[in-house]
């Protein structure tokens, strides 16, 4: 331990007088600019792999996870207006009806097997994937009761589904809502790893002070030798603004990806999904009343709140989407007119019903014209949802662009950089020889 303590000062000495005689100084430089460009290689290599595993992440587990949860939530509440409907049709239901139903179901179970293996053992998300996988059986369980019950005429069928419209509602939905809302803080965080500043940070400012010490050592030859290049100095130089100019290039070009990814994308996805959402609510609520003969009870009282939050200026179906893309903005419009167009067709089902014409009142709520203004509602929400999900995977996908060239070239090109500056400066050192 003593004769590394001794020996210690004894070598800090020596590199400390390297800088009191010429060619004691050019071993500094030396030192200096080989040791800052290797650790701009270094930080090349490390930000640009840190940035594209985030980038990867959030493109195939974050994003995917994200619409699974979506598909989850919107099948679930597509599968309860569904039924809804048709147990108003009485009898043996529609066959159109009876496949939609099957296919929302298994949409939903699709989806959750597909999100369970996107998501930790552990947390929140894994408690409302098993929540949903024991859920969805026990809502079919109840459904089929239901529709056996009113296949039969019996009254108790209402209660029945009833009661699976509630657990659909009170503890799928809010589940799903919750895997949702989950999955989008990881699309938010997973912008944050996707830039991974901090790395990218610490390269600029390395390749900055490498081009201020290439520039710094130049002219100190230049002074001390009266020779006004030295070529290999400058070809260190040259190579160290390209790899400065096309790191940042990279970064600036990522990081407008990625920001429009948020803000044109998973953004809306969210918003235009809950329109969906809320639209299929109030399709439900719409026969559940007519189905439990309420009147204007519970459930009409919802619909008459999903109505006002959906047709508001500001809410999530009417919203500034032509600033975003004129198309999406025209798709978004037809949308909130259909909807429009369907609480009027609302209301008059609720005037039939409460003057006493309760079979005028299904035929019209189950009928062609108020089925056909839905689902156009229904269509072009589905067709801008889809157009933002591909809006999101088109800049996530260029976002990654040049972080792989990044994360190769820049080690690469910084090597170049430590050659040619130890190139340059041993030739000066050789002329004290």
Known sequence: MSTALATRPGVLRRVGGLRHHSPGRLQLLIALLVGLGLLSGLLAGVAGSAARAGTDDLGDRAQPLLI???????????????????????????????????DDLARATTALTSAARRTPEDGRAATAVRTLSAGVA???????TARANNRQGLPIGASYLS???????????????????????????GYGAAGAVGWM???????????????????????????????????????????????????????TRLDRAA????????????????????????????????????????????????????????????????????TMDRAAEGFR????????????????????AVELAVGKQTTDTFEGVRQELDRALENRKEFFTQEINAAGDGLGL?????????????????I?????LEEYR
């Open 163 to 189: 009661e699976a419209s509630r657990l659909n509602r009170d503890t799928l939905q809010p589940q799903a809502r919750e895997l949702f809302e989950g999955a989008q803080r990881e699309v938010e965080d």
């Open 424 to 428: 340059g400066l041993r030739t000066r």
């Open 138 to 144: 026990e809502y079919s369980a109840l459904v089929a």
């Open 341 to 360: 167009q369907y609480v009027s067709a609302h209301s008059d089902v609720r005037a039939l019903d409460d003057s006493g014409d309760y079979e005028g």
């Open 68 to 102: 699974e949860a979506e598909t989850i939530y919107s099948a679930l509440a597509d599968a309860d207006t569904t039924a809804a409907q048709a147990f108003l049709a009485g009898g043996l239901e529609p066959s159109a009806l009876t496949r939609r139903y099957d």
């Open 406 to 422: 990044l994360t190769v070239g820049g080690p690469l090109l910084a090597l170049a950089v430590c050659a040619f500056a130890f």
């Open 263 to 330: 803000n044109q994308g998973s953004g809306p996805v969210a918003s235009i999904a809950e329109s969906r959402l809320l639209a299929l609510q109030a399709r439900g609520d719409e026969a559940l009343t007519l189905a439990a003969r309420s009147g204007s009870g519970p459930y009409e009282k919802d619909f008459d709140a999903v109505a006002e939050q959906l047709t508001r200026r500001g809410g999530p179906m009417v919203n500034e989407y032509d600033s975003l893309d004129p198309a999406l903005g025209r």
């Open 201 to 255: 940070s610490l390269l600029v400012l390395s390749l900055g002070g490498l081009l201020v010490a290439l520039a710094l050592t130049q002219r100190y030859l230049s002074r001390r030798t009266r020779r006004t290049f030295n070529l290999p100095l400058l070809a260190a130089t040259a190579v160290t603004l390209v790899l400065t100019i096309g790191t940042i290039s990279i970064l600036l070009t990522q990081q």
